[in-house]
């Protein structure tokens, strides 16, 4: 009599359905051409801020315009870190409620490895800094800035290092990055709110309650969905809370399956992943890589300038969050899911990728400079910019030789995955308007 083949445990990172993965394949090419634009605003930045026409880059950060009447006469830097970056918290709020509904997370065991990874990856980082800064008078403030990865700078790393990484940890890197994304915005909404005006935050119920039932009944119409989106921005950016709540709350509204008249969840992609194909681009070519360009330029004021920075315990605290808290917050993180769930790792994968995963997840840019403006002030946050930049640098490069040590393994797992996709007779794009229309 043969003895009965044990269960298989779980597999942790295993692959996702084609459907997803060919989805989610899409969305990181997007982000990948939108880092690569988030780079040259950044270097373009710090170039000129150094030059001897830095005094003109802080003129143009300074240019005001806006209705003084409803409080929005703001400087070109705050309409980038206000305005534009609504538009990047509205894609990633429809893209975190796409995968909890309809995505492969939106099975309980699969979700929950990526939300431990990113809540360990806020957790440790902050706790590191408070380490090393919290008992300097005013520095605890900045508590939360090595807490968030910028997925566009990192996916932008991992387009020239790693293109054949599985698609299990694409997806898992991505939804890693969105979910602490949204727990950063749900810190600069506790946290970072200093003056609290009940009134126009109730007021700017109104126009997010009439968005809602609209995109509840399908209506795709701009001309009346862009205005009550506009108007729930600067309600909640007069209510004294960070204006790109805003955008995270419109994007939660957006259903993400189709009607039952419209054939329901089987008929294709639903109005969330419609407005995600039409947002994605503004967000990640236009919106991150302007707000990048108004928020990166700091004067180093050379060789001494740099040690002088370094010198600060909060830039040691922002320094050491993100390139040694982050990996150890998301590996530890992920190890108890393994080890409480009785998962392993899914057979072609080892823990050195999940040790380049993490390190890239210490690339802390845009969210990290935007939570340093609100920690410090614009213009007092220098050293803040200096320690993102440099850390998030680093933390490149480290992962660059992790996830390099790893490629021939990578090549194989791409071949496998290859040769499936086309056994299986699957497009190579997927386009949501060409699933809609079969």
């Known amino acids: 009599m043969t003895n009965p083949v044990p269960p298989r445990k779980p597999a942790l990172l295993g692959r996702g359905s084609w459907g997803e993965t060919l989805r989610i394949g899409a969305i990181l090419r997007k982000e990948t051409v939108g880092g690569a634009l988030l780079l040259v605003g950044a270097v373009v930045a710090m170039v000129w801020a150094n030059s001897p026409w830095a005094d003109a880059y802080e003129t143009l950060r300074g240019v005001t315009f806006g209705p003084e009447a409803l409080h929005l006469n703001l400087s070109l830097a705050t309409w980038a870190a206000d305005g534009l970056l609504a538009i990047f918290f509205f894609v990633a709020g429809l893209e975190l409620k796409r995968e909890f509904v309809a995505g492969d997370l939106r099975d309980a065991r699969r979700a929950a490895v990526p939300i431990a990874a990113a809540l360990g990856g806020v957790i440790v980082p902050a706790l590191l800094y408070l380490l090393f800064a919290g008992g300097v008078e005013g520095a605890a403030r900045g508590w939360a800035i090595p807490t968030a990865t910028d997925i566009a700078f990192a996916l932008a790393v991992l387009a020239?290092?790693?293109?054949?990484?599985?698609?299990?940890?694409?997806?898992?890197?991505?939804?890693?990055?969105?979910?602490?994304?949204?727990?950063?915005?749900?810190?600069?909404?506790?946290?970072?709110?200093?003056?609290?005006?009940?009134?126009?935050?109730?007021?700017?119920?109104?126009?997010?309650?009439?968005?809602?039932?609209?995109?509840?009944?399908?209506?795709?119409?701009?001309?009346?969905?862009?205005?009550?989106?506009?108007?729930?921005?600067?309600?909640?950016?007069?209510?004294?809370?960070?204006?790109?709540?805003?955008?995270?709350?419109?994007?939660?509204?957006?259903?993400?399956?189709?009607?039952?008249?419209?054939?329901?969840?089987?008929?294709?992609?639903?109005?969330?992943?419609?407005?995600?194909?039409?947002?994605?681009?503004?967000?990640?070519?236009?919106?991150?890589?302007?707000?990048?360009?108004?928020?990166?330029?700091?004067?180093?004021?050379?060789?001494?300038?740099?040690?002088?920075?370094?010198?600060?315990?909060?830039?040691?605290?922002?320094?050491?969050?993100?390139?040694?808290?982050?990996?150890?917050?998301?590996?530890?993180?992920?190890?108890?899911?393994?080890?409480?769930?009785?998962?392993?790792?899914?057979?072609?994968?080892?823990?050195?990728?999940?040790?380049?995963?993490?390190?890239?997840?210490?690339?802390?840019?845009t969210v990290s400079l935007l939570i340093g403006e609100l920690a410090f002030g614009v213009g007092d946050d220098a050293h803040v910019k200096v320690a993102v930049l440099a850390a998030s640098v680093t933390a490149a490069l480290l992962a660059t030789v992790v996830l390099r040590l790893r490629n021939r393994a990578y090549r194989r797992i791409h071949e496998i995955e290859t040769a499936d996709l086309d056994q299986d007779g699957v497009p190579d794009v997927y386009e949501p308007d060409q699933a809609r229309q079969n």
């Open 160 to 365: 020239v290092i790693g293109r054949f990484l599985p698609t299990a940890l694409r997806t898992f890197l991505l939804t890693l990055a969105v979910v602490d994304d949204l727990v950063a915005i749900v810190i600069i909404a506790l946290f970072y709110t200093d003056h609290l005006s009940p009134v126009p935050l109730l007021a700017a119920l109104a126009p997010l309650a009439l968005f809602t039932v609209l995109v509840q009944r399908r209506v795709r119409s701009w001309w009346l969905l862009l205005p009550l989106a506009a108007i729930t921005w600067a309600l909640v950016h007069a209510s004294g809370v960070h204006a790109t709540v805003a955008g995270v709350l419109l994007g939660f509204a957006v259903p993400v399956l189709r009607s039952p008249k419209s054939g329901g969840p089987d008929a294709g992609p639903g109005l969330a992943e419609h407005f995600e194909h039409r947002f994605r681009p503004l967000s990640a070519g236009v919106a991150v890589p302007v707000f990048a360009f108004l928020s990166a330029g700091v004067t180093l004021g050379g060789a001494d300038g740099l040690m002088s920075a370094f010198r600060d315990p909060v830039v040691l605290g922002v320094v050491v969050g993100l390139i040694v808290g982050k990996p150890i917050g998301i590996m530890t993180a992920t190890w108890l899911m393994a080890r409480f769930t009785h998962a392993d790792l899914d057979e072609n994968l080892s823990w050195v990728d999940m040790l380049g995963l993490s390190l890239l997840a210490g690339i802390g840019f």
